[in-house]
């Protein structure tokens, strides 16, 4: 039984030998990956950052814009009142016969 014993304690050392070879190569592939995945990861930050500032440059022209065509208008409606209640009716006319086809 001795014999029979020691095999099975050797076969279990192997099987934990073996267990831990395939763990460490795993943790080595992970790092890896991992290695390779932080260069890619900071450059996607360093766009997602660019797109975002982009996009607050384009909502702020785009802000000022709408704000400056209000003013236009609002100067042209003090300036011209009658002239502004034509173009009001007349675009209102024009929107309801669009609208009844």
Excluded: C, W, Y
Excluded at 13 to 37: L, Y
Excluded at 50 to 75: C, D, L, M, N
Aim: proline residues 2%.
């Amino acid at each position: 039984m001795s014999t029979a014993s020691s095999k099975l304690r050797n076969t279990r050392d192997e099987e934990q030998s073996t267990t831990r070879k395939v763990a460490s190569v795993a943790h080595e592939a992970i790092d890896g990956a991992a290695e390779k995945a932080e260069p890619v990861e900071q450059k996607l930050r360093d766009q997602a950052g660019k797109a975002g500032e982009q996009i607050e440059a384009t909502q702020a022209a785009a802000t000022e814009q709408v704000q400056q065509s209000i003013k236009r208008a609002e100067s042209f409606v003090r300036e011209k009142p009658v002239a502004a209640t034509g173009i009001a009716f007349a675009a209102g006319v024009l929107a309801a016969l669009i609208l009844r086809r």
